[in-house]
């Protein structure tokens, strides 16, 4: 028997998650293999993230806006079903708990610094308490508490300096911490897709547009966040980009996905793997690094293809050269996405998989083909599949940038 760290008594502690249970289900559901890593240790594998908090009765109080925020914002958000989103006090109190949970949790580091700021934060854990117990009204926060709702289109054009990762870190990693600096205090964590802040100090740091959490309301794009935060967010990828796996645990991921290659494919880290690939190839002239052994912004060798005739290729060479490698497809449109003028037989855009790497090329009529993107395949996936992979998602791009071009 110990003391809940909400209501003070003494009672059996249960295994309280810091990140909800039905976070996690998802993400083992979703991902490439069944097992979860945290970036501190990528070695451990993590069915949960939890530590002996809370009694059973606020447990279960945490869990009713859990399940609140599952099915009416986590789980239409994550399947594209909604864009706007009806909510009322639980999703304050839903927000309010887990940042509540990050800060007085065994995670927690901000009270490791000798801060000036310390003593505020225990005087707003205090006032979150009475809030989360009922004792006090919401209106007596004088936080903040934000979401942000991020998905690929917004990445897709976001800045071309964005950390290598952080389309995997936005749609695929949980993270928490909190965000100190000098004059500054706050807590801060995702899920996938989804971004939360509770100011502290101070209380209103600005940078944030329709994201603020009343004890009602609607949340709806358009969303942005202030450069503040953009950084803060390029900072936590990079972090998250530097952890690598050892050799060996390296080889039991790699088995698990041989074992079931499709799950790898249908996964949503794939997803955010190929949507950081789209986002270098669409944010820079690669004519501008062609022939430097490595482009600053997507890291490829953007070079000419000699052995590509200098031309488009019509649909019957493309048929020719897949006969020839282990997957070759080009962008066609269709004809009724365009106007009459333009041709559907010819393509400006290949994808090509060799037995290790699958390339995006792109012709250019005074320099020929020129490699825009370049992705080596890991050892267990066999290189038309990763060809078919990328180019399904490069198709799907192309065919909508065709509508929206010619108003089909």
């Known amino acids: 028997m110990d003391e809940c ?3 003070g008594e003494t009672r059996e502690l249960q295994n309280s998650h810091i990140i909800p249970r039905f976070v996690i289900r998802w993400m083992k559901k979703s991902g490439p293999t069944p097992f979860l890593r945290k970036a501190v240790d990528p070695n451990t594998r993590i069915q949960d ?13 945490f ?18 079903e909604k864009e706007e989103f009806e909510y009322g006090e ?24 000798d801060h000036p700021q310390n003593a505020v934060v225990e005087e707003r ?8 117990l009922g004792e006090k009204p919401i209106s007596e926060d004088p936080s903040q508490h934000h979401i942000f709702f991020a998905d690929e289109i917004d990445l897709v054009k976001s800045d071309p300096g964005a950390p290598e990762g952080f389309e995997v870190y936005i749609q695929r990693n949980l993270d928490g911490t909190s965000v100190y600096g000098d004059d500054q205090i706050h807590a801060y964590f995702k899920f996938p897709r989804i971004l939360f802040f509770s100011t502290i100090v101070p ?8 994201t603020r959490i009343d004890g009602e309301g609607i949340i709806e794009q358009p969303q942005e966040l202030g450069e503040l935060w953009g950084s803060f967010l390029y900072g936590r990828a990079e972090i998250f980009g530097q952890v690598s796996m050892s050799e060996s645990e390296r080889e039991k991921v790699q088995d ?8 790898f494919f249908e996964s949503d880290y794939f997803e955010a793997q190929l949507a950081e690939m789209r986002r270098q190839y669409a944010e820079h002239d690669l004519l501008d690094y062609l022939d430097e052994e490595e482009c600053p912004v997507c890291f490829t060798n953007h070079r000419k293809v000699d052995s590509l005739p200098n031309k488009p290729l019509t649909k019957s060479t493309v048929e020719k050269l897949d006969e020839q490698l282990p997957f070759v497809r080009g962008t066609f449109p269709n004809p009724d996405e365009v106007v009459d003028e333009i041709p559907t037989h010819i393509t400006d855009v290949l994808v090509i998989s060799t037995k290790d790497s699958t390339r995006i ?18 050892e267990e996936v066999e290189p038309e599949e990763f060809g078919q992979a990328a180019w399904e998602k490069y198709s799907e791009d192309f065919h909508r940038q065709m509508r929206q071009r010619f108003g089909r």
């Open 203 to 210: 209380q209103d740091p600005g940078g944030f547009t329709g």
């Open 90 to 113: 639980w999703l304050y109190k839903f927000v309010l708990s887990v940042s509540w949970r990050l800060l007085v949790s065994e995670m927690a580091v901000w009270h490791e610094e």
């Open 256 to 263: 698990r996905i041989l074992e079931d290659p499709e799950r």
């Open 361 to 378: 090329l792109q012709f250019y009529v005074d320099h020929g083909w020129i490699v825009g993107e370049e992705r080596e395949h890991p």
């Open 5 to 7: 760290r909400l209501c």
């Open 125 to 132: 854990l205090e006032t979150w308490e009475a809030i989360l």
């Open 49 to 61: 993230h939890h530590e002996k908090l809370l009694c059973e009765d606020c447990e279960q109080v």
């Open 63 to 80: 869990s009713d806006w859990e399940a609140k925020f599952a099915s009416q914002v986590f789980y239409p958000h994550i399947r594209g």
